[in-house]
């Protein structure tokens, strides 16, 4: 497998990302092929989406203030994260536990960081849609078959430091389920599945970097991965009660130490 960073302009609001991606492949002199996926920065996507927001025209809440306050916080950012978030658990300083598309994350996906002074940057809108349309857009304009994830960052419990999310794919299967199959020593397995999609992202997460890399592009080819003409965002969750962390960590459940 091979994965070639792909440096671009920068992005603005309104930006045409199919065109953007296919100009700056082009220009370093790479080529699509069937099969290749493209990475593609969850935050060009939504500052191309006019999910830009300003920061000071926000009216603030009480609960943006009292959250402000407990965890250090901007209030103003604090009241965007409550508009995007569909649940707040609490938080520590700097950042608050949310839910949001039924993805644990830290401030619901809104971001100060490369976003302009006095913004922040929310995560994209309907972004399985939105990955399709960027795969479609891209396969239609080359003539080849692609798939396309769409890469935030995330930290992961008890871990210092982030990691890639595959938040959105289109064109694969994300997930590749092994139970019921033999491993090494002949025994089924019985619950391994594989996040395939959550993997690449991580992969393209490295070369992406997280300041001013100004690489908000993968070019990824050789991925072991199956094409699929349609892929649902369940693809890629699993329920609270099937999840190891949130069964038990979100009910406030807490056991003492063996």
């Not at 072991?224 to 009910?251: D, G, M």
Request: glycine residues 6%.
């Amino acid at each position: 497998m091979q994965l070639i960073a792909i440096k671009t302009r920068l992005v603005e609001q309104n930006s045409d990302l199919v065109e953007t991606i296919l100009d700056s492949i082009s220009s370093q002199k790479l080529k699509i092929e069937n099969g290749d996926i493209i990475a593609v920065a969850s935050k060009v996507v939504a500052t191309a989406q006019n999910q830009v927001k300003k920061l000071d025209v926000v009216k603030l809440s009480e609960q943006a203030r009292k959250l402000a306050r407990a965890y250090a916080l901007e209030p103003n950012f604090v009241e965007i994260v409550l508009q995007e978030a569909d649940r707040v658990y609490g938080g520590v300083q700097k950042a608050l536990l949310t839910l949001k598309d039924d993805i644990l994350t830290a401030n619901a996906g809104v971001d100060h960081k490369n976003a302009p002074k006095g913004y922040a940057v929310a995560w994209p809108k309907e972004p399985f849609k939105t990955a399709e349309k960027l795969r479609k857009g891209i396969s239609e304009a080359i003539g080849k078959r692609v798939g396309v994830i769409i890469v935030d960052s995330r930290v992961t419990p008890l871990r210092l430091g982030t990691t890639g999310l595959a938040l959105a794919v289109a064109g694969f299967e994300p997930v590749k389920d092994h139970r019921g199959e033999a491993d090494l020593y002949g025994k089924t397995i019985l619950i391994t599945r594989h996040a395939l999609a959550d993997d690449l992202a991580s992969a393209a997460h490295l070369l992406m970097g997280e300041s001013d890399e100004q690489t908000p592009f993968v070019l990824i080819k050789g991925a072991p991965v199956k094409t699929a003409e349609h892929v649902e965002s369940s693809s890629l969750l699993i329920s609270p009660e099937e999840c190891l962390y949130t069964k038990y960590v979100l009910k406030g459940v807490v056991k003492e130490r063996l």
